[in-house]
């Protein structure tokens, strides 16, 4: 797998489901979470096969860019995938974001007022070198950190489920699906609305796994594209 596609993956998958994207469609649907999960997931099938079976179709293109590249030209090519790549890099922001905070609230249970020393902003740009320095070394290690990082959060959350299983109790999520309080909030159309994230976040995973091809000029632009989508998130979070 190509060092994008795996830096792709993991922010994606560790900071948009996980935290961000989870946090926001959980407010929107309430306990019928399960069911923006579904949809989003169901959603996304079609557009994976129709991706899969264009590769079949065309096996001499080199990943999703020669495909977009063989059936719309260089132009809309370019275009769709500098889109993707922009995705990729306001992903990169809410994870340098999500760390930033995370390391503040550290701070803070330890007594340390991190807010005037090291400003937010300074803070996640920071994070976002992080990444940056992650994503630029061999992918075999890079593969490895991206696994032991999603591993340990991953834990972390199925250790704090398992610690609060006593405390947890089936009257919580009554009503599964509460009535709706406003047009996209809570009911039939806060599961809708909180599909529609979940739905960009799986399909950009599959999409950004199969963007980045095998072939050598794509593999010689790799580390200039992350070196350039580093500055342009460090620059985002600053500014």
Not at 1 to 11: N, P
Not at 46 to 51: H, Q, S
Not at 211 to 234: E, H, I, T, W, Y
Request: charged share 10%; aromatic share 6%; with cysteine.
């Amino acid at each position: 797998m190509e060092h994008l596609a795996v830096v792709a993956l993991t922010l994606l998958l560790g900071g948009n489901v996980v935290a961000l994207i989870g946090q926001h469609t959980a407010a929107e649907a309430g306990p019928a979470i399960v069911l923006s999960l579904l949809l989003a997931a169901l959603g996304t099938m079609p557009l994976l096969y129709c991706l899969h079976a264009l590769n079949q179709q065309l096996p001499a293109v080199d990943g999703l860019q020669g495909v977009l590249r063989a059936c719309w030209g260089r132009a809309s090519a370019g275009v769709l995938g500098g889109a993707l790549l922009l995705e990729l890099v306001a992903t990169m922001g809410g994870v340098a974001q999500s760390l930033a905070r995370h390391l503040r609230a550290l701070l803070a249970y330890c007594g340390v007022e991190a807010d005037y020393a090291v400003p937010g902003p300074l803070m996640a740009s920071l994070a976002v070198l992080l990444i940056g320095v992650v994503g630029l070394l061999p992918w075999r290690r890079m593969v490895l950190v991206a696994c032991a990082l999603l591993t340990m959060k991953i834990g972390t959350g199925l250790l704090l489920v398992a610690l609060a299983a006593r405390y947890m109790h089936y009257a919580h999520w009554i009503p599964w699906l509460p009535e709706a309080t406003a047009p996209y909030r809570f009911g039939l159309g806060g599961v809708l609305a909180a599909s529609v994230p979940l739905l960009g976040a799986f399909a950009s995973v599959g999409l950004a796994v199969g963007f980045p091809g095998l072939g050598g000029q794509v593999k010689a632009r790799q580390s200039r594209l992350l070196a350039g989508m580093l500055l342009l998130a460090m620059l985002l979070l600053i500014v």
